[in-house]
């Protein structure tokens, strides 16, 4: 299994991005999907979260601005960023919960990191 993440980018204050991540591999499905940000020097931050019964989770930084989704049809999650600040300015990185090929219990993978840069 791999995911591949995209969409990142330079995009002015108050801009939108969105986000994909793209599963591949023998994919049965994905359970949770989950955007996580990192700026060099501060941990890991998870940003958003979908679980397989359509429970979300935001962070508080971007409760009200980000939109987490999926197409399971797709195996693809997506992250809708609007209103974008300043601070919003990381590597974001997926990171699933997936079962796949034979196996009995899913496994967690990441994807590579898509830098957001947000101008003031």
């Known amino acids: 299994v791999q995911l591949q993440a995209s969409g990142g980018g330079f995009v002015q204050a108050g801009g939108s991005l969105r986000l994909s991540c793209a599963a591949s591999?023998?994919?049965?499905?994905?359970?949770?999907m989950n955007w996580y940000r990192q700026v060099p020097g501060k941990p890991r931050e998870l940003v958003a979260r979908l679980t397989s019964s359509r429970v979300r989770y935001y962070a508080d930084s971007v409760r009200g601005r980000f939109t987490i989704s999926r197409d399971n049809a797709k195996n693809t999650g997506y992250l809708q960023m609007n209103s974008l600040k300043a601070e919003d300015t990381a590597v974001y990185l997926c990171?699933?919960?997936?079962?796949?090929?034979?196996?009995?219990?899913?496994?967690?993978?990441w994807g590579q990191g898509t830098q957001v840069t947000v101008s003031s």
């Open positions: 591999g023998n994919i049965r499905s994905i359970n949770t």
């Open positions: 990171y699933a919960d997936v079962t796949s090929g034979g196996n009995l219990y899913p496994g967690q993978y």
